[in-house]
């Protein structure tokens, strides 16, 4: 059963990321260069409390990207994409299938 759930969710993926995504190489300071695709999102809002007061903190851009395809992600990696080079900050979490970091992009700088 469990096997199953697992196989709609890859499945799901797949066609989320066929549809909402860019090729991209993502390239580990450690590693050789992984052919994946990515969902970038730009100017996510990101939070935090001052004086129990929510402010807005700063926009990010987020990229996703499947744990399946780019099994670990470090500050310093690189994802380059057909017209963008970015670069990881953080990890901000995954679910186990998706990953999401939060980069820099330098050329936009």
Not at 21 to 30: G, L
Request: hydrophobic share 40%; aromatic share 4%.
């Amino acid at each position: 059963m469990a096997e199953d759930i697992n196989s709609i969710r890859h499945a799901g993926l797949d066609i989320l990321f066929e549809v909402h995504a860019v090729d991209a190489t993502y390239q580990p300071i450690d590693g050789g260069a992984i052919a994946t695709r990515v969902k970038i999102e730009r100017d996510v809002d990101r939070y935090q409390t001052e004086n129990g007061q929510l402010i807005l903190s700063e926009r990010r851009t987020l990229i996703r990207l499947r744990i399946a395809d780019v099994a670990e992600s470090k500050r310093g990696d690189t994802i380059a994409t057909e017209t963008e080079t970015f670069t990881v900050d953080e990890v901000e979490g995954d679910n186990g299938f998706v990953r999401t970091v939060i980069v820099r992009n330098p050329e936009a700088s």
